[in-house]
Nanobody
Framework: QVQLVEPGGGLVQPGGSLRLSCAAS????????MNWYRQTPGRERELVAG????????NYADSVKARFTISRDNAEEMVYLQMNGLEVEDTAVYYC?????????WGQGTQVTVSS
């Protein structure tokens, strides 16, 4: 079955950096676009970044452009989110996601807290 596992969250000071990772299994990873979402209490889950199956095309929410970078390793079936210049407003639970034949699959989420 499809599994997405995201270790790597944590507490970081404003201006700091953090790298999230997502280990995928149970599907042909190299065939599918991958996305990172985030959610804060009381708000809808929002798309942060996406990457196509080959890794050559990416897209970002305006709020994270020039600060976050999504990447993937198809051989290792991993997707990453490098987050630089973190702001308090980036505090959220971050989720790795894939859509397969119209169905969305989600990881368990990892908490990122930006605070001094």
């Amino acid at each position: 079955q499809v599994q997405l596992v995201e270790p790597g969250g944590g507490l970081v000071q404003p201006g700091g950096s953090l790298r999230l990772s997502c280990a995928a299994s149970g599907f042909r990873f190299s065939l599918y676009a991958m996305n990172w979402y985030r959610q804060t209490p009381g708000r809808e889950r929002e798309l942060v970044a996406g990457i196509n199956s080959a890794g050559g095309s990416t897209n970002y929410a305006d709020s994270v452009k020039a600060r976050f970078t999504i990447s993937r390793d198809n051989a290792e079936e991993m997707v990453y989110l490098q987050m630089n210049g973190l702001e308090v407003e980036d505090t959220a639970v971050y989720y790795c996601s894939v859509r397969i034949f119209g169905q969305a699959f989600w990881g368990q989420g990892t908490q990122v807290t930006v605070s001094s």
